[in-house]
């Protein structure tokens, strides 16, 4: 049988898992651990509830980035570019990069601090190693061996589902302040709330699963983008709604994990300023144990492993789509040194970053919130492809995905709205 869903369910599930899982566990970064520490350690299980309305919406505007990539055989920015020009999509394109790179500082200096808590060392070797390892990795291993490595990666989130197993949970608050959550129209609160929503519905997320559908077909030599077939395809479309609903349900289920561990830890014992995902592993120490602690530090530092050639790589797929230079980490590298070098150079940045003086909770809430201000837009023109027929052919978007869609739009620009009224007033 030549229909490759049925072919992927005869050899395991696993096949039917790929950008998806990768994606929706990427989200789960070192940066976005500190986020939902800061979430659960500042307000305790006040925020816990994000969780559940934004699953649905995550999983939906998801589903659109991998269509997209799919059905057109071209990334985001390359369909954007077609349908509203170079300089309308530049300056987000620009936006991105910036945000990414802060992402990648802070998640490398959380990496290497996590690391110095382990093992003890330097911090800045620790770092430069991070640093080194990924780029080496995405230049010059193809994407066929690179993609099963990204894949193993995300076996270490299931750390964040240990730790809760090593602390006491009160079920009853939870489920009450989950269900039934008390809002705060405070700055800090609207702030740290888009911060949650900047990094769980984040635009890197976006670029790099449409991209990694494209990079899927081209190592499928047979395959073609969706609209050029006259039939069929049925199948790619299902697979694709497997791969994501299951990353982005399991990215959201750690999401969870998190907040309600340092809600139950650290909150719980007057620790409400996290600086840092490893400042959250730190303070778990002497709260919750030893094991608690090492769990959540090599959660850290297997995270960032996985994360950080997300965070470049779709940086690089972006920029690479905008000026028309061939993107693959499938190419060699002297076919793709436009595409090569911006992984290089948002990695490095970021590493340099480590050294400067910048706070790095700032730097973690004002990339969040580039991040949110960024989505709304993208998100806008995501939702104006995979609603055209001419692009998408018969594999347009269904009423419901549409509604999802806009639904996960309007979110992301209601939520930023009224941070900035807040911040502004």
């Known amino acids: 049988m030549n229909d490759r869903i049925d072919d992927a369910r005869r050899s395991g599930i696993r096949n039917l898992l790929g950008p998806g899982l990768v994606t929706g566990a990427a989200d789960d970064d070192p940066s976005g651990i500190a986020t939902y520490s800061q979430a659960g350690a500042q307000y305790g299980y006040s925020l816990l509830w994000t969780v559940f309305l934004t699953t649905p919406l995550m999983i939906a505007i998801q589903l659109v980035s991998a269509q997209i990539g799919r059905v057109t055989g071209k990334g985001i920015t390359a369909n954007a570019r077609e349908l509203y020009g170079a300089s309308g999509v530049s300056v987000l394109i620009v936006l991105l990069v910036v945000a990414n ?86 700055p800090d609160y609207l702030m ?26 081209r190592r499928q030599k047979k395959s073609r983008p969706l609209n050029r077939l006259s039939r069929g395809g049925g199948s790619e479309m299902q697979r694709i709604k497997f791969d994501t609903s299951i990353g982005m349900i399991f990215s959201n289920t750690i999401a969870f994990f998190i907040m309600l561990t340092t809600a139950a830890t650290l909150h719980a014992n007057g620790v409400t300023n996290i600086q840092t995902a490893a400042d959250a592993a730190n303070a778990l120490r002497p709260i919750a144990g030893e094991f608690a602690f090492l769990l959540f530090a090599l959660g850290i530092i297997g995270t960032g492993l996985l994360a950080i050639p997300v965070l470049a790589g779709s940086a690089a797929y972006a920029v690479a789509d905008l000026y028309h230079w061939p993107s693959s980490l499938e190419a060699k590298v002297p076919h793709a040194l436009g595409f090569y070098g911006i992984i290089a150079a948002a990695t490095l940045i970021g590493f340099g970053l480590t050294f400067t003086p910048f706070d790095p909770i700032r730097m973690l809430i004002w990339s969040a919130v580039i991040n949110g201000v960024v989505a709304v837009p993208i998100m806008a023109i995501m939702m104006l492809i995979v609603t055209r027929r001419e692009v998408m052919g018969r594999f347009v978007a269904s009423r419901r995905l549409k509604i999802a869609g806009w639904a996960a739009t309007g979110l992301m620009a209601t939520a930023v709205t009224a941070m900035l009224v807040a911040m502004l007033g």
Do not use: C
């Open 101 to 186: 790179t802060i992402n990648i500082a802070v998640d490398i200096a959380a990496m290497a601090e996590a690391l110095f808590l382990v093992v003890g060392g330097l911090r800045h070797e620790h770092a430069l190693i991070f640093a080194a390892v990924s780029v080496l990795l995405q230049v010059f291993v193809p994407y066929r061996r690179y993609s099963p490595i990204l894949k193993w990666l995300t076996l270490v989130l299931f750390l964040y589902v240990g730790v809760v197993f090593t602390v006491d949970i009160p079920w009853r608050e939870v489920a009450v302040k989950t269900l039934l959550p008390q809002a705060q129209l405070t």
């Open 192 to 217: 740290l709330l888009v911060a949650v929503l900047g990094t769980t519905i984040s635009p890197y997320l976006f670029f790099w699963q449409a991209s990694q559908e494209v990079e899927e077909m």
